[in-house]
T-cell receptor, first 113, second 112 residues
Framework: AQRVTQPEKLLSVFKGAPVELKCNYSYSGSPELFWYVQYSRQRLQLLLRHISRESIKGFTADLNKGETSFHLKKPFAQEEDSAMYYCALSGLDSGGSNYKLTFGKGTLLTVNP | KAGVTQTPRYLIKTRGQQVTLSCSPISGHRSVSWYQQTPGQGLQFLFE???????NKGNFPGRFSGRQFSNSRSEMNVSTLELGDSALYLCASSQQGNTEAFFGQGTRLTVV
């Protein structure tokens, strides 16, 4: 079974401070991992995926297979980064024939001025 | 390209009633998934449909059901509504189910 854990429901930082949103996963194969973001009154949208290895809005995330983690980081948080962040994993389901996208419960990030 | 469209945006229902929510995916997307979003539980997976077949199902009671039509549009039905069913219901579409998911704006269901 695949599982995604985001240990922090709430995270509060000050503007300009570094931020790290934690994500750990459980999956026996090679997963594809994503971070999704939901800004206030906007729809949930993809922020970044690990295979593209790019930085979006200053955010990066590195897949660490040894620690089964995919933490989201930004060196200098901005007020507009305040949002709900969801980590997600795509992998084969228990039957081994269909892919399934599993989300963590989310972390609400608040960046204070 | 039009995004994922969910209707209606808001619903108020009474306990015991049933409700049907609709989702129109992005053109060409064959996978449609439904999620329940609440402040306490976050994003919980309901089910996924691909080419009119339910491929995956979450841990929700049988009161929650869905279907997908040949044009990939999907509906979700909740029967015998309970107060705890009050939530934002999100629909997401993707090409294959394991690629990037595109979300609709959701239907806000309030059960009174």
């Amino acid at each position: 079974a695949q599982r995604v854990t985001q240990p922090e429901k709430l995270l509060s930082v000050f503007k300009g401070a570094p931020v790290e949103l934690k994500c750990n996963y459980s999956y026996s194969g090679s997963p594809e991992l994503f971070w999704y973001v939901q800004y206030s009154r906007q729809r949930l949208q993809l922020l970044l995926r690990h295979i593209s290895r790019e930085s979006i809005k200053g955010f990066t995330a590195d897949l660490n297979k040894g620690e089964t983690s995919f933490h989201l980081k930004k060196p200098f948080a901005q007020e507009e980064d305040s949002a709900m962040y969801y980590c997600a994993l795509s992998g084969l389901d228990s039957g081994g024939s269909n892919y399934k996208l599993t989300f963590g419960k989310g972390t609400l990030l608040t960046v204070n001025p | 390209k039009a995004g994922v469209t969910q209707t209606p945006r808001y619903l108020i229902k009474t306990r015991g009633q049933q409700v049907t929510l609709s989702c129109s995916p992005i053109s060409g997307h064959r996978s449609v998934s439904w999620y329940q979003q609440t402040p306490g539980q976050g994003l919980q997976f309901l089910f996924e449909y691909f080419s009119e077949t339910q491929r995956n199902k979450g841990n929700f009671p049988g009161r929650f059901s869905g279907r997908q039509f040949s044009n990939s549009r999907s509906e979700m039905n909740v029967s015998t509504l309970e107060l705890g069913d009050s939530a934002l219901y999100l629909c997401a579409s993707s090409q294959q189910g394991n690629t990037e998911a595109f979300f609709g704006q959701g239907t806000r269901l309030t059960v009174v």
